[in-house]
């Protein structure tokens, strides 16, 4: 069964600081991978995604991710952030299951807080 | 607002008895997901539609659970005799699967909260 890990559970960085959160997955075939965002009070929000080809995808907001497959991880970047960055973040698999039938599965997500 | 719309956002209810939510999906979008998210942890998935064919249901989706799409359009989720267990944000998403595509991408609704007392 496929899982996703994403190590950091909490975060906090002053502004300007620069981002990474992990995620890592578990699957051995062909991956979709997302990166998602719930700012508070609101509904999770696509923030990027990676289908194929060039496996640096930037998002939106600054934020990009690099699908390094070798690794099966899918680390989201940021140079630079913003108070208004203060979000949480979920990491999440989409693959075929062995009957043919996509399946998306969701990491416990990274609780990002900057501070001014 | 052209986004995902879930009914109600908020519900609360008492052990045993029965809700019901609703999901409108994207209007175009052909397929649509349902996930349970509790506290601390990402959404959970529960099952999803291609217009009108449920084509999976996870094991958390236990008989006390019924969703359906009649018309290929919106959708409900119906859990019967509710437990405190239940008590969860219960997200909708939809997305636009096409012919050759192998992928697609989901967009959320806002969620009902389903508190059981």
């Known amino acids: 069964a496929q899982s996703v890990s994403q190590h950091n559970h909490h975060v906090i960085l002053s502004e300007a600081a620069s981002l990474e959160l992990g995620c890592n997955y578990s699957y051995g075939g062909t991956v979709n991978l997302f990166w998602y965002v719930q700012y508070p009070g609101q509904h999770l929000q696509l923030l990027l995604k990676y289908f194929s080809g060039d496996p640096l995808v930037k998002g939106i907001k600054g934020f990009e991710a690099e699908f390094i497959k070798s690794k099966f991880s899918f680390n989201l970047r940021k140079p630079s952030v913003q108070w208004s960055d203060t979000a949480e973040y979920f990491c999440a698999v989409n693959a075929q299951d062995s009957g043919g039938y996509q399946k998306v599965t969701f990491g416990t997500g990274t609780k990002l807080q900057v501070i001014p | ?117």
């Open chain 2, 1 to 117: 607002d052209t986004g995902v719309s879930q009914d109600p956002r908020h519900k609360i209810t008492k052990r045993g008895q029965n809700v019901t939510f609703r999901c409108d999906p994207i209007s175009e979008h052909n397929r649509l997901y349902w996930y349970r998210q509790t506290l601390g942890q990402g959404p959970e998935f529960l099952t999803y539609f291609q217009n009108e064919a449920q084509l999976e249901k996870s094991r958390l989706l236990s008989d006390r659970f019924s969703a359906e799409r009649p018309k290929g359009s919106f959708s409900t989720l119906e859990i019967q005799r509710t437990e405190q267990g239940d008590s969860a944000m219960y997200l909708c998403a939809s997305s636009l699967r096409t012919s050759g595509g192998n992928t697609d991408t989901q967009y959320f609704g806002p969620g009902t909260r389903l508190t059981v007392l």
